[in-house]
Structures are given as C-alpha cells and as structure tokens.
C-alpha cells in the first residue's frame, strides 16, 4: 500500500509581497496590480498610442531627411547594474512644419564608454544635432558629468542636459507621455513604415522593439524606447517654444547660452 506524502505548504506570494506591501502596489499601481496580482487581462482600449501607426508614412528615406540638416535632438534612456540596456532616440525637425522626423533607434547593453562611443557616433552623423537629453537619475547623472568633464574625448559634452522625471511628468495630459498621443493623432510625427519591412518576426532590433513598446504601451514588458522618445520630444521643447536657456545646464539653469527654449 503506497503511503501518500504530505507536501509542505508554499505561501501563495513572497515573502516580500506581505499584505501591506499588496495593499500599497495596489494603491501606487492600481491597473498593474489588477494584472500581475488578479489576472485581469489589458485589452486593446488601454493602450495610450492608439493613433501611433497613422503616423507610418512610406517612401521615406532617412539619408535624405538626415542630409537637409535640419534640427536633431536625441533622448537617452540608461539602465543602471540591475536592469542593463540602455536607448538612443534621434529624431530631426522639419523648422517649417515643426514634424518630427525619427533619425535612429539605436539599443545595447553598453557600459558607461560604450554608452559614450555610441553617443560620439550619433553625434558625428548628425551635424544638426542641437540637444541630448539624458535622464537626470543616480548613475545616468554620473554619465552626465562624465561627458561633460571629458570634452578631449566627448566633444559634444556641451549639447547634454539633465532632466528630471518624476509621476506628473509621465501622466502630465500636455508635456507627459498622453501628450505624444496627441501628436500621433495629429500626424505631427512623421515616422519610416520601411524601417520595419523585411525584419524577421520578434526582431530586437532598436526600430522594432520601439514600434512593440510603443505598440503595446504600458502592457510591453519593458519601455526604455519610449521614455527615450520621450526624452528627445522634451528635447525638442527647448527649441520649439518657451524661455530661453543654455546648452549645458538644465532647463532654467546656467549653460553656455546658445539660445535654446524649453517651456
């Protein structure tokens, strides 16, 4: 006669996910919790760029915007030990119509040169290059100073600026990120469908996790395009509208005084 074994009881969450800590994720993130926690499915309607894809515009070649040398901004999403992958954004600036004309998406696992490398080689292939906002947090801080204390090595250093996120500038319905669905569904983007022709299914490439994240905003599993697309249009705000400041320095702050604005 076989003896049924008792197994031992597995608490339903981790040690870390106590009752207070369910109650708190619900509060801070109510819409996460509903999925990660209560199985509650997103659905289509809750995606935030709807209107992203009426942007796609075919025929358009990147040579050819990037050689009328127009304004180019570039946004810089970085991760730090725990979360490596890091995102370069650049988009150009019709000075006639304002649209915004995406140059490159560029990703990788790079470290604190390679970060640097790859930032001299946007900047080397874009002469228009003006502003390269870079996310103003613990170790991206730390690359800041780098690049501005290394102008031997980093002649751009003096287009970085540091800029502060926090919750209003995500959900702000104007400057935050519903704001660029605005701008999708007014075709103030205007964004390559042929970057994307010919990729093989779940290509990681940095135009195709982009048009995923974007896509699939917020259910994507991560978002590091989209805040870095996000970093380059608040680059973009401080030469299109708004009080003057420098290159340099922060929104409002000291810099070189090149005449840039930002709201």
């Known amino acids: 006669m076989n003896v049924s074994l008792k197994l031992p009881s597995l608490p339903v969450w981790s040690a870390k996910w106590d009752t207070q800590h369910l109650r708190d994720e619900a509060e801070v993130n109510p819409r996460s919790f509903e999925r990660g926690f209560r199985q509650m499915a997103f659905t289509d309607s809750e995606r935030k760029f709807p209107s992203f894809e009426t942007c796609f515009t075919p025929g358009l070649v990147l040579g050819d915007i990037a050689r009328r040398g127009w304004p180019t901004y570039a946004g810089v999403d970085l991760a730090g030990e725990k979360r490596p992958g890091n995102v370069i954004f650049a ?20 470290k604190s040169p390679e970060v640097c490398a ?10 228009g290059l003006r502003v390269i906002m870079v996310e103003n947090n613990g170790y991206q801080q730390s690359l800041v100073d780098w690049i501005r204390q290394s102008p031997g090595d980093n002649a751009f250093w003096y287009k970085v600026e540091s800029y502060t996120t926090g919750f209003q500038t995500k959900v702000n319905p104007i400057y935050g990120l519903p704001g660029m669905e605005v701008e999708f569904k007014n075709k103030l983007w205007v964004i390559p469908s042929s970057e994307f022709e010919g990729h ?27 805040m870095a697309m996000a970093f380059c249009r608040e680059a973009i705000s401080l030469w299109e509208t708004g009080k003057t400041v420098g290159v340099g320095g922060t929104a409002g702050g000291p810099g070189l005084g090149l005449g840039f604005n930002s709201r």
């Open 91 to 110: 988009a150009a600036v019709d000075p006639t119509t304002l649209r915004r004309y995406p140059l490159e998406v560029r990703r990788g696992n790079w």
């Open 118 to 127: 790859e930032l001299a080689g946007v900047n080397a292939r874009h002469p």
């Open 200 to 226: 093989p299914a779940h290509c990681q490439c940095g135009w195709c996790v982009w048009k995923m994240e974007i896509h699939d905003y917020p259910m994507a599993a991560t978002s590091d395009c989209v």
